[in-house]
């Protein structure tokens, strides 16, 4: 004679939008239909994090850390354990990159405060790696686009 099962579990995979990459380091906790927190996992290098054992019930699945330079994933996503269930959930949550930024350098005289042409600046990563090379105009300025988050 069968028992019914009277916990289930969640398989969450977070890849990228676009790309379609598995995305780790991502942090999710599951809270109960009364926003209490039952649980916090974090993804793995495949993007995957397991969620076993829950008791029958309603829950969410809340994003709480993303990563530098995504977007977190702004509505829970609901769902609920029932008696007997045989199979693991599963949810694949996407996130989009965030938006890019633009940056304008404007480099003058210390003294006459007279436009400077033909400085270069190099923009660099938090990582110290160059990311743009950038030259001013007669008015001393340059413009540096579609920078990532950063």
């Known amino acids: ?5 009277d916990t289930g579990n969640v398989e969450i995979t977070k890849i990228d939008k676009d790309n379609k ?5 991502v942090v999710f ?6 926003g209490k927190v039952v ?4 993804t793995d290098k495949a993007g995957k994090a397991t969620v076993s054992d829950l008791s029958v019930g309603k829950y969410k699945l809340v994003e709480v850390e993303s990563l530098p330079g995504y977007k977190k994933l702004e509505k829970p996503v609901p769902f609920e354990i029932t008696k007997g269930m045989t199979k693991s959930l599963a949810f694949t949550v996407e996130n989009e990159m965030v938006d890019t ?28 790696k160059v990311v743009a ?15 990532s988050v950063g």
Do not use: C, W, Y
């Not at 004679?1 to 099962?5: A, F, I, K, L």
């Not at 990459?21 to 380091?25: I, M, Q, R, S, V």
């Not at 270069?120 to 990563?125: A, I, T």
């Not at 090379?133 to 686009?145: P, W, Y």
């Open 29 to 34: 906790e599951v809270q109960d239909d009364k």
């Open 21 to 25: 990459a598995p995305l780790a380091g």
């Open 133 to 147: 090379k950038v030259t001013t105009d007669k008015e001393g300025k340059a413009n540096v686009s579609d920078l």
């Open 1 to 5: 004679e069968n028992e019914m099962v």
């Open 39 to 42: 649980t916090k996992v974090t």
């Open 101 to 128: 930024g633009n940056v304008e350098i404007t480099k003058i005289d210390k003294d006459s405060k007279a436009p400077l042409e033909n400085v270069v600046f190099e923009v660099r990563d938090s990582k110290g």
